[in-house]
């Protein structure tokens, strides 16, 4: 009789850890890979001994599986996925569940998993976080999908995934897309973190002439207070990692910057829904400027910097303000990126649970930080709050930030130091607290040249009104 409780099709690094990790919480598993050399290593390392039966076709591991038969795929998405469930679709029998654990784009996910309903297979497509070491020792996990599915995976995936005060960092998500659309929106998060940190290690390290064992100290302060976070955690190691020579390995890294994709496809979606999705955008196209570093060494010949003089303010006080900067930026990373949740939930009708979004967010996964719990408890408190920033721990953090992020904000603008991020979360919070913005000279704008009409403050909302411009003039 078979008796393997999971198959996992794909070895790299990360379905190898996962194998591993299901292992571990004393599940048997049936693997496969396409190149079968892959397998055989992984059965000849850490797998020898394990509950794990080496398979080298899809009709082979299908055989190894209980009953209803469940799949995990761990392979690159698009194309792969499509082939891999065509192959495996004769071999399975109605109520066989095929998980796709990969960054699948969510449009896909949600024709899949539409698709094979049809079919009578049940599909999931769950977003995984937390990277190689996530896979193996519990990774964030966010499943969606056929919601029929969720009873016979739920003890599988909760049992692997990272745990916070006792509850798995793992919550069905919702149905079609769902789960890699959160996912998708996790990782934009996880690009304006990773950009916000980068700019706040360029201007400790060029306006304030800090080296790295200073800002190493910075950093692991920072850990310990509002800011703890996993990505300001490894920061704080990747800076006091040297070379043999005693030279900071930071500054032979090349500065272009590559990209997978979903942090692209989040700012696609923000733009598809109308969502100002600043920050996340910016950070994307950060990227893309940094790529072009031929032009940029060609245009830093042409409009050289001026020499900066060295910094003679208060130390203390502007690291304070950076501080309180970093934090309130995050903030808006998060906000922005709950906002394009909320309206992505009520277009595909997902009904999403903020809450559960944030407490799967709490452990295991790249984005991992404190005030995900404040953020949990926002939604928990008013599950149709409309924004972050209307919640009042999030307003008094803003609040108490301000001062010192508007201060770097204009200390970098001064110093010529680029902080897009920095700056695009600013703009965004002062356009979000305007009770009144330029938007009506736009309006204006549009009804002279296209005669797209415009509203008036002194008639009701949904009455329009054109106007000829250019008559009495």
């Known amino acids: 009789m078979p008796q393997a409780d999971m198959g996992l099709i794909g070895l790299g690094v990360m379905g190898q850890n996962l194998a591993l990790n299901f292992s571990d919480h004393h599940f048997s598993l049936a693997v496969y890979n396409r190149e079968k050399e892959y397998t055989e290593d992984f059965m000849l390392g850490e797998a020898k001994g394990r509950a794990i039966t080496p398979c080298y076709s899809h009709k082979e591991l299908v055989s190894q599986l209980a009953k209803p038969r469940k799949i995990m795929l761990m392979i690159t998405a698009g194309d792969p996925v499509d082939s891999t469930i065509e192959a495996l679709l004769p071999l399975l029998d109605k109520g066989d569940i095929i998980i796709d654990g990969g960054n699948s784009h969510f449009p896909d996910t949600i024709r899949r998993t539409k698709s094979l309903k049809e079919k009578g297979i049940l599909f999931v497509g769950s977003g995984i976080s937390g990277g190689e070491e996530g896979a193996r020792f519990g990774p964030a996990i966010m499943p969606g999908g056929n919601p029929e599915a969720w009873s016979e995976v739920q003890n599988i995936l909760q049992s692997i995934a990272a745990k916070v005060e006792g509850e798995p960092c793992c919550q069905w998500i919702g149905d079609g897309g769902a789960g890699h659309y959160v996912k998708m929106v996790h990782n934009g998060i996880e690009y304006g973190d990773m950009q916000l940190i980068a700019e706040a290690y360029q201007f400790m390290h060029e306006g304030l002439g800090l080296d790295h064992t200073q800002m190493q100290q910075v950093f692991k302060e920072w850990n310990e207070g509002v800011l703890s976070s996993y990505l300001i955690e490894i920061t704080a190691d990747i800076l006091g990692k040297k070379e043999s020579s005693g030279e900071p390995l930071l500054e032979k890294i090349l500065d272009a910057a590559g990209q997978k994709g979903t942090g692209t496809w989040t700012a696609m979606s923000a733009l598809e829904q109308g969502v100002p999705l600043t920050l996340i955008g910016e950070a994307v196209f950060a990227r893309c400027l940094s790529s072009i570093k031929a032009s940029r060494v060609k245009a830093s010949h042409i409009y050289p910097h001026e020499k900066r003089p060295a910094f003679t ?50 452990g295991g996964c790249i984005i991992r930080s404190r005030f995900l719990d404040n953020i949990k408890a926002a939604y928990e408190k008013d599950p149709q709050l409309e924004n972050l920033l ?19 904000v204009q200390t970098t603008i001064g110093m010529a130091i680029p902080a897009p991020a920095f700056s695009s979360a600013l703009s965004f919070f002062d356009g979000y607290r305007s009770a009144r913005t330029s938007a009506n000279m736009l309006q204006a704008q549009r009804d002279y040249f296209g005669a797209h009409t415009y509203e008036r403050v002194d008639q009701p909302r949904g009455k329009f009104f054109h106007t000829d411009w250019t008559e009495g003039q």
């Open 390 to 408: 209307l919640d009042a721990f999030f307003i008094d953090a803003i609040k108490s930030s301000l001062v010192g992020w508007r201060q770097t």
């Open 313 to 362: 303010g208060d130390m203390q006080a502007t690291l304070d303000a950076l501080r309180d900067a970093l934090y309130a930026a995050k903030i808006i990373s998060y906000a922005q990126g709950f906002m394009l949740m909320q309206q992505a939930s009520d277009k595909y009708h997902w009904n999403l649970n903020y809450g559960n979004i944030a407490l799967t967010w709490r």
